[in-house]
């Protein structure tokens, strides 16, 4: 059964443009969520998304945006970038059953912004 | 909201001894607690999780942890490391009603293991 996959793996970017990140869910799995790593902040939740409905958004600005397709794939975009937005992005996904709870990560997307 | 406080950011261990790491954790809500071990370059994987029942959570790897809800902690051990086990390991936690999947990570503790 193949993991959570999110592309690219590395990505360099200049400060100003803009930038599409994907997160390919594992079969089955309708839940996707994405998150920031940093070193300064650590691991910060950027949204939620089931069945194409975005559910829950993190405190982020509006730079900050994600969708999710009928196949449970899911992308973020991140425009006018900013120093400040380098970091490792993490997607999850996830069955959502109640009382069974568990997230998988991808191996992430590294975003440098120079 | 959920806030999830891990006081140690850095464990250093000799191989074979014992180790903890400490996770406290706050909420209006009962929530669901998980561990989760991230290595270099990698994304996180999890160790054990603790959604009801019995309070001592067995995982993979040979770590177990502890729900204790009156000191709102979920401490990771393990009774003898190896020099594998060096990564950042990472407390959350998510709401258990309300059918999100949104995580509440601490800070993370760098746990070092030497020869």
């Known amino acids: 059964k193949a993991g959570v996959t999110q592309t690219p793996r590395y990505l360099i970017k200049t400060r100003g443009q803009q930038v599409t990140l994907s997160c390919s869910p594992i079969?089955?799995?309708?839940?996707v969520s994405w998150y920031q790593q940093t070193p300064g902040q650590g691991l910060q939740f950027l949204f939620e998304?089931?069945?194409?409905?975005?559910?829950n958004k993190g405190n982020f600005p509006g730079r900050f945006s994600g969708r999710q397709f009928s196949n449970s794939r899911s992308e973020m975009n991140v425009s006018t970038l900013e120093l400040g937005d380098s970091a490792l992005y993490l997607c999850?996904?996830?069955?959502?059953?109640?009382?069974?709870?568990?997230?998988?990560f991808g191996q992430g997307t590294r975003l440098t912004v120079v | 909201a959920q806030s999830v406080t891990q006081l140690d950011s850095q464990v250093p261990v000799f191989e074979e001894a014992p180790v903890e790491l400490r996770c406290n954790y706050s909420?209006?809500?009962?929530?669901?607690l998980f561990w989760y071990v991230q290595y270099p370059n990698q994304g996180l994987q999890l160790l054990l999780k603790?959604?009801?029942?019995?309070?001592l959570v067995k995982g993979i790897n040979g770590f177990e942890a502890e729900f204790n809800k009156s000191q709102t902690s979920f401490h990771l051990r393990k009774p003898s490391v190896h020099i594998s086990d060096t990564a950042e390991y990472f407390c959350?936690?998510?709401?258990?009603?309300?059918?999100?999947?949104?995580?509440?990570f601490g800070k993370g503790t760098k746990l070092t293991v030497n020869p």
């Open positions: 959350a936690v998510s709401p258990a009603q309300g059918g999100s999947e949104k995580l509440v």
């Open positions: 999850a996904s996830s069955l959502l059953v109640p009382g069974n709870t568990e997230a998988f």
């Open positions: 079969s089955g799995h309708r839940s």
């Open positions: 998304y089931f069945s194409e409905t975005q559910r």
């Open positions: 603790y959604l009801s029942g019995s309070t």
């Open positions: 909420s209006s809500v009962s929530v669901y």
